[in-house]
């Protein structure tokens, strides 16, 4: 993967610090299948969080776009799919 994805306009204004973790999710994800790179990318989300790094809705779609920026309409598929039942877990969470 090149470096096209730090031009994504949703990136501007983005700090260092999400810029940075964004870079070490890329550069660690390679390789991965869909369902490998998507619990990778939540487990180092909600680790980031955890340190108070929260990430808007249209900051997770963007790394999320650039994530599967490589892969087959099917992989991008898969990956859709389990973004939308991770994200349907969460919010019955919060509603709980």
């Not at 090149?2 to 031009?7: F, I, L, S, T």
């Not at 390679?30 to 939540?42: A, R």
């Not at 999320?64 to 389990?82: G, N, Q, R, Y």
């Amino acid at each position: 993967m090149n470096n096209r994805w730090m031009d994504d306009p949703v990136l501007s204004g983005v700090s260092d610090e999400k810029l940075e973790f964004l870079t070490n999710v890329i550069q660690n994800s390679k390789g991965m299948n869909p369902q490998q790179m998507l619990t990778y990318f939540m487990k180092e989300s909600g680790q980031a969080s955890q340190r108070g790094m929260i990430f808007s809705d249209e900051e997770t779609a963007a790394i999320l776009k650039i994530l599967t920026a490589d892969m087959s309409p099917s992989d991008k598929k898969k990956v859709e799919t389990i973004q939308k039942m991770v994200s349907m877990i969460s919010k019955k969470m919060t509603q709980k």
